[in-house]
C-alpha cells in the first residue's frame, strides 16, 4: 500500500524488472491491477468519465512517442483547437520553451521537420511539457531523465519543485541518483515488490549506512 499526499514527490527505484515501469502503467490507468485498486481522490481510477482522467494524471512514459503534426499539436495532445497559453505554460513548466522558439518556425514547426534538429533531452522535456499540458494533480514520470544531461537534469528538478509548489503530486520512477533530488520519500521495489520506504534520508542511509555520503551521490558529487 503506497498514499501520495499533494505536495509530495515520491521517488519509486530499483532495478530493471524490479516492476517501475508496470507500477507506472497501473497507476495512470492503462494496466488494470489484478488485485486491489488504485485510487485518485478518494475516487477509483474506473468511477472516473472515460477521458477524464488524462486531464488529471500526466504521463511521461518511458518510450516517447511522438505524431504528424506541429510541435504545439503534440504537447497539446493533438487537439483540434489547441490552447496556445496552455501550450507555452507548459512548454516553461517543462524548460523546453527556449528550444521550440529558437527552432523556425517555433511551436508551427511541424515534428517532422524538426526532429533532426532536437537531442534525447530535447524531445524528452517535449514529451515532459505534453504531460503537463491538461494542468495535472498527479504527474508519473517513468526514467524522465534517462537523456538528459546535468544541464537537463537540474531543469528537470526545477519543475519537480514548481509542481510539488503548486501542491500537486509527483511519482517518479527512476535508477538514477541525481533524479531523486526532489523526492520526499522513496520506494525501494524488489521483484514486484515493495522492500524498503520512507523519508529519503532514512531509506539512503539503510541502503548505503551514511546518510551524508548518499546525499551526495543523490546531487551528482
Known amino acids: 500500500n503506497v498514499t501520495v499526499t499533494p505536495g509530495e514527490a515520491v521517488g519509486v527505484i530499483g532495478p530493471s524488472g524490479a516492476g517501475k515501469s508496470s507500477l507506472a502503467r497501473v497507476i495512470v490507468g492503462i494496466t488494470y491491477p489484478t488485485l486491489g485498486t488504485v485510487s485518485l481522490g478518494g475516487a477509483a481510477l474506473g468511477q472516473y468519465p472515460e477521458g477524464d482522467l488524462g486531464r488529471f494524471i500526466g504521463y511521461l512514459p518511458q518510450s ?24 507555452i505554460n507548459a512548454a516553461k ?10 527552432l523556425p518556425d517555433g511551436y508551427n514547426t511541424k515534428i517532422k521537420d524538426c526532429s533532426h534538429r532536437l537531442s534525447g533531452g530535447e524531445r524528452q522535456r517535449l514529451a515532459l511539457a505534453r504531460a503537463l499540458y491538461h494542468d495535472p494533480v498527479l504527474l508519473v514520470l517513468d526514467e524522465p531523465n534517462s537523456a538528459l544531461d546535468a544541464v537537463g537534469t537540474h531543469a528537470l528538478n526545477e ?7 503548486s501542491e500537486r503530486s509527483v511519482i517518479l520512477m527512476t535508477h538514477r541518483p541525481m533524479a531523486i533530488a526532489e523526492c520526499d520519500r522513496l520506494i525501494i521495489l524488489e521483484n514486484g515488490a515493495v522492500r524498503l520506504e520512507g523519508p529519503r534520508g532514512s531509506v539512503l542511509k539503510s541502503l548505503m549506512g551514511d546518510t551524508k555520503k548518499a546525499e551526495k551521490l543523490v546531487a551528482g558529487e
Open 93 to 102: 513548466s517543462a524548460r523546453v520553451h527556449d528550444t521550440i522558439t529558437a
Open 64 to 87: 516517447i512517442t511522438f505524431f504528424e503534426g506541429s510541435i504545439a499539436e503534440n504537447i497539446a495532445h493533438m487537439a483540434e483547437d489547441p490552447d496556445d497559453a496552455q501550450v
Open 159 to 165: 519543475g519537480i519543485r514548481d509542481f510539488k509548489a
